[in-house]
């Protein structure tokens, strides 16, 4: 018995050695930038690393704001996110309700199809695009990049919101029917209430998706004061210094926000993720 | 009676209240999406080099993906490419299957790892990239203070400098973004093998592998798969962590660093053309593949 015990006991130590392991290799990049970011210039370049700082200094903070444009870069990542986000629901809310609850032919084919646009790489649609954005004047705008966006974000939004009214349970529409309702007003009045959690699960997804874009931004948005937030920072380094210490603040800025999100909405988050791929 | 009637009414006009619904997707989509594609496949064959306008853009046919064949830099390309997916995607399904297996029950502080898992996804990738190539960095790096910390190494290394360091640092990095998002989903794969099939089992006499093989594996077979899928097809089409991280130098150019460099610095839109539809037909070829895998579990609704 008391073996056994002690069988649980050194069990129980090797797995939450294991768990503080994953946890600290996941968090440890973050906390080296966190400490790069407040560390006085002479040591950052300290050898061996000083991990620990000596004193805190806030001059990186300070940079990241007067010497780069970065309040801009993260308003530019917010508009074009927050757009891109409304857009891809609203036109993927509608499409998705009719995939997941009415029969037609040609379902499979249009779930194949959407399931496929959202494959595409990001490299074969890229020239036609700023073509046609050229040709529309249309680089270095907010729409220049919310549209290229859309392609990734609208399969995206329909391929989750199909899977969540999906869940919903059968007969809904029949009830409603036999009340007398239209079909509209289901859809507005019936099904869209009820999946208003996962809207916003899908939003949040949707949303950091589009905060996060990289080579569309950087190919699309050529001014220094239109781009967004993961090239702006990208981009620090010149020709003449490397700025660790300003690069580090500016992770710091923008990871922190990222990171309070994901501990508020991580529920949200996965519930979402997890639905695509998840059959019950 | 009416009721009824309604009711039927309403099913007589599915169909075409389905299309009717979808119809703003579905132009949506045309429009940016399948448009393009179609365009690219025909920009690539055309010689088109924007800095020329003076050819006149003639049809080519075949000619730029013939050069692709002889280009040594492309197959280059392709070669790392490959590595580089089958290095990352076996690490990432490795380790989070593993890491997956392990947490698989409940623990306090279960939803703080769970929130750890989703930070390395949220932030952008072109801004782990940066974090990591500072912590790579030949002298003032966490990378080489810790190995010689621990006595891995006795001398500093210049990780990004050679191409077995920068391989190296790029798939390490790739996997510590990655591996614990694939054991997020395949953890929520898990929580779905019922607990009386791994007792039924354990009275069976099945052994701790078997119940793997027979119990496990089957029921999380098409998670697995799924996430299997879209992590090669992420890995194949890598730009943003080889772009900030090394530049593509040291051999570590991917195709799509090197599909953009002829599109976007050289402008040969022709050429460039030709690399991306090449990349298309592999990601379709590729997805193609886990299809069949999975059947018609994907597209079951």
Avoid at chain 1, 125 to 131: A, E, V
Avoid at chain 2, 110 to 127: D, E, F
Avoid at chain 2, 131 to 155: A, C, E, H, P, T
Avoid at chain 2, 239 to 246: A, H, K, P, R, W
């Amino acid at each position: 018995m008391r073996e056994k015990k002690s069988i649980t006991i050194v069990k129980n130590i090797l797995f939450y050695a294991f768990v503080i392991m994953f946890i600290g290799i996941i968090v440890l990049p973050f906390f080296w930038q966190f400490m790069t970011s407040i560390k006085p210039l002479s040591e950052i370049a300290a050898i061996p690393a000083k991990w620990i700082p000596s004193s805190v200094h806030g001059q990186f903070y300070v940079n990241v704001f007067e010497k780069h444009p970065f309040a801009k870069y993260l308003i530019n990542s917010f508009v074009v996110a927050t757009i891109t986000t409304f857009l891809s629901i609203l036109i993927g809310a509608s499409a998705a309700y009719a995939l997941a609850r009415l029969r037609f032919k040609g379902k499979k084919i249009m779930l194949m199809a959407i399931l496929s646009i959202s494959m595409f790489p990001t490299i074969a649609t890229l020239s036609p695009i700023y073509l046609l954005l050229k040709e529309l004047r249309l680089l270095n705008t907010y729409a220049g990049l919310v549209i290229p966006y859309i392609t990734f974000a609208l399969p995206l939004s329909i391929w989750l919101l199909t899977n969540f009214f999906a869940q919903l349970p059968k007969g809904f529409e029949e009830a409603a029917a036999i009340d007398g309702c239209s079909r509209a007003r289901i859809f507005f009045q019936i099904m869209l209430p009820l999946i208003k959690p996962a809207i916003f699960s899908v939003g949040l997804i949707v949303f950091i998706n589009a905060w996060n874009e990289y080579i569309y931004a950087l190919t699309f948005m050529t001014d220094d004061l239109m781009r967004t937030v993961p090239v702006g920072i990208a981009l620090f380094p010149s020709n003449y210094e490397l700025p660790w210490g300003d690069m580090a603040a500016a992770t710091v800025v923008v990871t922190v926000p990222l990171i309070i999100l994901v501990l508020i909405f991580q529920k949200k988050i996965i519930a979402g993720l997890t639905t695509g791929g998840v059959k019950e | 009676m009416a009721g009824k009637k309604r009711g039927g009414t309403l099913e007589k006009t599915e169909s075409r209240d389905a299309w009717i619904m979808m119809f703003p997707a579905i132009i949506v989509l045309l429009v940016i999406a399948v448009y393009p594609i179609l365009r690219t496949v025909w920009l690539s064959l055309h010689e088109m080099v924007l800095t020329n306008p003076g050819s006149g853009y003639p049809f080519i046919g075949l000619k730029n993906y013939g050069a692709i064949v002889q280009d040594e830099r492309a197959i280059t390309a392709i070669v790392f490419t490959l590595k580089f997916t089958l290095a990352t995607v076996s690490m990432e399904l490795l380790l989070g299957f593993t890491a997956a297996l392990i947490m698989n029950k409940a623990f306090k502080g279960k939803g703080l790892v769970r929130a750890a898992i989703l930070i390395p996804w949220a932030i952008p990738t072109s801004v782990s990239a940066m974090m990591w190539k500072f912590i790579y960095n030949d002298q003032y790096g966490l990378f080489n203070d810790v190995l010689s910390r621990i006595g891995v190494i006795d001398k500093y290394q210049a990780w990004l400098s050679t191409a077995d360091g920068s391989f190296m640092a790029l798939v390490i990095t790739d996997i510590w973004k990655t591996a614990p998002y694939m054991a997020l989903l395949i953890l929520a794969g898990l929580q779905m093998v019922p607990e009386e099939l791994y007792e039924a089992a354990k009275i069976d006499g099945a052994n701790i592998f078997q119940r793997f093989l027979y119990v496990t594996l089957p029921t999380v077979k098409t998670t697995v798969l799924v996430a299997l899928l879209f992590r090669t097809l992420d890995a194949f089409r890598v730009f943003d962590l080889i772009s900030v991280m090394t530049g593509g130098a040291n051999g570590t150019e991917s195709v799509s660093v090197y599909a953009y460099n002829h599109l976007m610095k050289f402008l040969d839109f022709g050429y460039g053309s030709a690399m991306a539809v090449m990349i298309f037909v592999v990601v379709f070829l590729i997805s193609l593949l886990y299809m069949r895998a999975l059947g018609d579990q994907i597209t079951d609704l």
